[in-house]
């Protein structure tokens, strides 16, 4: 089991930039992949940014060149930087981790944690 918790969402100006924190307890060692997916009002939730155990990341075109994903693997923690933040990013943002037990994989998710863009 993993359990993680999000924080550090908010409202920001356009403009602005915000970071959110993931972080991850319990079989921590079975977590091969994290990630940050966004789910807004009436629409599906679509991944943002992810980083693997090979320190591969990957962003959704939309928040290339203003989002990163950077792990502080002594906290167990991830984060989603935000900056040049617009109301299109408006969304309720969750942490995903993805584990590996043989041929077995389990998707975890947090709480999700709201960020507003507005003026």
């Known amino acids: 089991q993993v359990q993680l918790v999000e924080s550090g969402g908010g409202l920001v100006q356009p403009g602005g930039s915000l970071r959110l924190s993931c972080a991850a307890s319990g079989s921590i060692r079975s977590i091969y992949a994290i990630g940050w997916y966004r789910q807004a009002p009436g629409k599906q939730r679509d991944s943002v940014a992810t980083s693997n155990n090979n320190n591969n990341t990957n962003y959704a075109d939309s928040v290339k060149g203003r989002f990163t994903i950077p792990r502080d693997n002594a906290k167990n923690t991830v984060y989603l930087q935000m900056t040049s933040l617009q109301p299109e990013d408006t969304a309720v943002y969750y942490c995903?981790?993805?584990?590996?037990?043989?041929?077995?994989?389990?998707?975890?998710w947090g709480q999700g944690t709201q960020v507003t863009v507005s003026s």
């Open positions: 995903n981790a993805l584990t590996m037990r043989g041929s077995s994989v389990m998707a975890y």
